[in-house]
Nanobody
Framework: EVKVVESGGGLVHPGGSLRLSCEAS????????MNWFRQAPGKERELVAR????????NYADSVKGRFTISRSNGRNTAYLEMNNLKPKDTAMYLC????????WGQGTQVTVSS
């Protein structure tokens, strides 16, 4: 059974930091990429960052470049999203998506940035 589980969200003040984790398991095929999306109320889901586990290549949305860092653990389908200098506009549900020949989504973890 495929499982994708996010953790690490919470409430943080502007300028603060959080580290999100995504653990994916149960795959019969290789995971091609690990992706962090976010969705705020009334807005479309957007890709925040992704990493290709084999090459280590990363991509970021312009809105988070220089503040967020995605990484992975070696030998495991686990991805992390280090978020620094958080802003109120970063408030959203953050969802992890593991892509093989299909897309597997977690339930999400809420990030709220507020003073």
């Amino acid at each position: 059974e495929v499982k994708v589980v996010e953790s690490g969200g919470g409430l943080v003040h502007p300028g603060g930091s959080l580290r999100l984790s995504c653990e994916a398991s149960g795959f019969s095929n290789s995971v091609l990429s690990m992706n962090w999306f976010r969705q705020a109320p009334g807005k479309e889901r957007e890709l925040v960052a992704r990493i290709f586990p084999v090459s280590g290549t990363t991509n970021y949305a312009d809105s988070v470049k220089g503040r967020f860092t995605i990484s992975r653990s070696n030998g495991r389908n686990t991805a992390y999203l280090e978020m620094n200098n958080l802003k109120p506009k970063d408030t959203a549900m953050y969802l992890c998506c593991a892509k093989t020949t299909n897309n597997y989504w977690g339930q999400g973890t809420q990030v709220t940035v507020s003073s």
